[in-house]
């Protein structure tokens, strides 16, 4: 039992540490950039030694690529289970809420994304053209099954994400543009949801997406 109980408690102190080390770090990096920001700043504003880091992390590049790949999956878990049986303006709906979300409480993840794509991706490679290709694609899959349903029309499924994830980052990467053309000091609750339902109404109509007839027969598995 003592074994047990020393166990979960170095996990949870793991997992604490973690966190603070990648919250540390989304913030280092999005301010300094990967060659502007150390492994010791990091390590201030986790408030752990340097050591910590490189034990949890293994080495900057490391923890940058992490960084990176785990804003991926924030913004992207909404879609990981989704099949021809969903309702797609459900889901398409729920994907624009949640990236909108995503944009205001993880806007330095956002940021830091771009980035590194507008810096050419030099770590991101391996990633855009393996994993994150196999995913978008399989989410491509589902959206030519909805279209073959006549639920939405025969646009093209990856330029349809492509959209997606540009219009709700928008307002993380581009904050200081929105904010001094509105004139605000920062966007509030209702702003977001005037936003959101904004983005649903224009890729819901502009795709014809639909909802599927009441009593509808679903695909063939």
Same mark, same amino acid.
């Given at each position: 039992?003592?074994?047990?109980?020393?166990?979960?408690?170095?996990?949870?102190?793991?997992?604490?540490?973690?966190?603070?080390?990648?919250?540390?770090?989304?913030?280092?990096?999005?301010?300094?950039?990967?060659?502007?920001?150390? +492994?010791?700043?990091?390590?201030?504003?986790?408030?752990?030694?340097?050591?910590?880091?490189?034990?949890?992390?293994?080495?900057?590049?490391?923890?940058?690529?992490? /960084? +990176?790949?785990?804003?991926?999956?924030?913004?992207?878990?909404?879609?990981?289970?989704?099949?021809?049986?969903?309702?797609?303006?459900?889901?398409?709906?729920?994907?624009?809420?949640?990236?909108?979300?995503?944009?205001?409480?993880?806007?330095?993840?956002?940021?830091?994304?771009?980035?590194?794509?507008?810096?050419?991706?030099?770590? +991101?490679?391996?990633?855009?053209?393996?994993?994150?290709?196999?995913?978008?694609?399989?989410?491509?899959?589902?959206?030519?099954?909805?279209?073959?349903?006549? /639920?939405?029309?025969?646009?093209?499924?990856?330029?349809?994400?492509?959209?997606?994830?540009?219009?709700?980052?928008?307002?993380?990467?581009?904050?200081?543009?929105?904010?001094?053309?509105?004139?605000?000091?920062?966007?509030?609750?209702?702003? +977001?949801?005037?936003?959101?339902?904004?983005?649903?109404?224009?890729?819901?109509?502009?795709?014809?997406?639909?909802?599927?007839?009441?009593?509808?027969?679903?695909?063939?598995?």
């Amino acid at each position: 039992m003592a074994n047990s109980t020393t166990e979960q408690e170095a996990g949870a102190i793991r997992r604490r540490n973690e966190r603070a080390i990648l919250q540390a770090a989304e913030g280092a990096f999005a301010c300094h950039g990967y060659r502007g920001a150390s +492994l010791q700043d990091i390590a201030r504003r986790a408030g752990l030694p340097k050591s910590n880091v490189l034990y949890y992390m293994g080495s900057k590049r490391r923890l940058y690529v992490r /960084l +990176l790949e785990r804003m991926m999956s924030r913004w992207n878990a909404i879609l990981d289970n989704i099949s021809p049986d969903d309702d797609p303006v459900e889901v398409i709906s729920a994907f624009i809420r949640a990236k909108i979300r995503l944009s205001r409480s993880h806007p330095e993840g956002s940021r830091l994304f771009a980035s590194e794509i507008l810096g050419g991706a030099p770590f +991101l490679q391996e990633y855009l053209q393996g994993d994150l290709r196999d995913w978008v694609e399989s989410r491509a899959v589902v959206l030519r099954q909805w279209a073959e349903r006549g /639920l939405i029309d025969p646009v093209n499924p990856v330029w349809l994400i492509f959209l997606i994830w540009s219009s709700t980052q928008h307002y993380a990467d581009f904050e200081t543009q929105v904010l001094g053309i509105t004139g605000r000091q920062s966007l509030d609750d209702d702003d +977001l949801e005037d936003i959101t339902q904004f983005l649903i109404q224009v890729v819901v109509k502009g795709c014809g997406i639909r909802r599927p007839a009441a009593g509808a027969t679903p695909p063939d598995s």
